[in-house]
């Protein structure tokens, strides 16, 4: 009788264990769509960052190539600027040396002493004083005569309407070429001498320098359009 009752429970059991093995299968099938979706949800948003990332990492390797680009074109820009100058200086060196050994070798040719005339009056002409006395250096004293003294009085004269009277050093300025006026007290004097003469010409130097490297860009005009 009692083994009536174990059937009779093994058979009722039946149903209730197959439901519960639905259940479990039900539930593994939700979690298991929901570990699915998860799973699908992380990697889409992964995906996303990582596209993200990747968009900003492009963006600034744009910039920071741009940036890179800029700072060349102007380190170049500079590089060239420096090399302009730099020739241009060269030049201007070379204008001044040959002008330098021109004179050099005038000073020993007859003509040099229509130069140091010109030299003197000038300087007559820039001091503008009543009396002056003539410095010049070892190659320049002898030529400066008495005709010289009265060609350049005459000089200022017609340049000013006024009188002036020139007389020379007595002794040669040793160390330097060309001529200095000193006015009497020695307060006033106007600087002919070669050094200073170049000072004064150092524009008109660097306007043929110019010219001789760019052409037409050596003029006012041209520097003028320069960047």
């Not at 039900?26 to 979706?37: M, R, W």
């Not at 920071?64 to 170049?76: P, Q």
């Not at 002409?125 to 008495?146: H, K, Q, R, S, Y």
Request: charged share 30%; aromatic share 4%.
């Amino acid at each position: 009788m009692s083994g009536t009752r174990n059937d009779t429970k093994t058979a009722d059991a039946g149903p209730l264990l197959a439901g519960i093995a639905a259940g479990c299968e039900e539930e593994a099938a939700a979690a298991g769509a929901e570990a699915a979706a998860y799973a699908l949800d992380r990697a889409a948003k992964a995906e996303a960052q990582a596209l993200a990332l990747l968009a900003e990492a492009e963006a600034t390797a744009r910039a920071r190539s741009a940036a890179i680009r800029k700072e060349a074109e102007a380190a170049l820009a500079l590089e060239r600027k420096k090399a302009d100058l730099a020739a241009r200086d060269r030049l201007v060196h070379e204008i001044e040396n040959r002008a330098r050994a021109a004179l050099e070798r005038l000073s020993g040719e007859p003509d040099y002493r229509r130069y140091v005339s010109g030299w003197v009056a000038e300087a007559a002409i820039g001091l503008g004083v009543e009396e002056a006395v003539v410095n010049a250096g070892p190659a320049e004293w002898p030529l400066v005569d008495e005709r010289m003294l009265r060609e350049a009085e005459a000089a200022f004269l017609a340049a000013t309407g006024r009188q002036v009277r020139l007389r020379r050093a007595d002794r040669p300025s040793a160390g330097w070429r060309g001529v200095e006026l000193l006015a009497s007290g020695g307060q006033l004097a106007w600087d002919n001498r070669m050094a200073r003469r170049f000072a004064r010409a150092a524009p008109v130097i660097r306007t043929i320098a110019y010219a001789a490297a760019y052409g037409d860009a050596g003029t006012e005009a041209g520097k003028a359009g320069r960047p």
